[in-house]
């Protein structure tokens, strides 16, 4: 199995666009998860999917903060407009619900907003 | 408010030495707590799981051991190693509800 791929690896923008990040979890994992990690707050859950379905997204910032998942393979993490306290790294993580809620991460996506 | 603190953010040791990280935690009942790595560059990585009911766990080098009632978990490396260097998090989790993670220890093993 690949693992959990996310891209794009690095985005460099300016304030004011909009940004999307993309996950593709495992294979038969149904639990998707999107986090945020900075030096200042470590790393950060933003929203969880259960089944394609948000179940708590109260990690997430701001109304410019918005996920997505339309089918089991694949998610989406939108903000817009992007603001410089934003960039940090987001990752995706999947999970099995008979492994005790073990997460598999992605590599990450380092976003820059300047 | 939930709040997990590790020891310390970064823990230098001597390879050949026992490293122990620390993960402690308040308002927060966990059924399960975890310990990840994370290398630079990339995501963490599952390492352990211990139940509450459990009293310690181990493989291979590592052994975590979890006590609710100091809401304290330790996590050991024998004989370390330069390649165990990386950042460890500990993670608090209460059946998928309020899954948390740690701020992380960077444990530096030097040579």
């Known amino acids: 199995d690949a693992g959990v791929i996310q891209s794009p690896r690095h985005e460099v923008t300016e304030m004011g666009q909009e940004v999307t990040l993309r996950c593709k979890p495992i294979s038969g994992h149904n639990s998707l998860f999107w986090y945020r990690q900075t030096m200042m707050r470590g790393l950060e859950l933003l929203i969880y999917f259960n089944n394609n379905v948000p179940i708590d997204d109260s990690g997430m910032p701001e109304d410019r903060f918005s996920a997505k998942m339309p089918n089991a393979s694949f998610s989406t993490l939108k903000i817009q407009p992007s603001e410089p306290r934003d960039s940090a790294v987001y990752f995706c993580?999947?999970?099995?619900?008979?492994?005790?809620?073990?997460?598999?991460f992605g590599a990450g996506t380092r976003l820059s907003v300047l | 408010s939930q709040k997990i603190e590790q020891n310390s953010e970064a823990l230098n040791i001597q390879e050949g030495k026992t490293a122990t990280l620390t993960c402690n935690y308040t308002?927060?009942?966990?059924?399960?707590l975890q310990w990840y790595r994370q290398d630079p560059g990339r995501g963490p990585v599952f390492l352990l799981l211990i139940r509450e009911n459990e009293k310690e766990k181990r493989k291979e080098r590592l052994k975590v051991t979890f006590d609710t009632t100091l809401k304290q978990s330790l996590f050991h490396i024998t004989a370390s190693q330069p390649a165990d260097s990386a950042t460890y998090l500990c993670a608090l989790d209460n059946y998928g509800q309020n899954f948390v993670f740690g701020p992380g220890t960077r444990l530096s093993v030097l040579p």
């Open positions: 993580a999947s999970n099995n619900p008979g492994s005790k809620n073990i997460q598999y």
């Open positions: 308002n927060y009942s966990p059924a399960y």
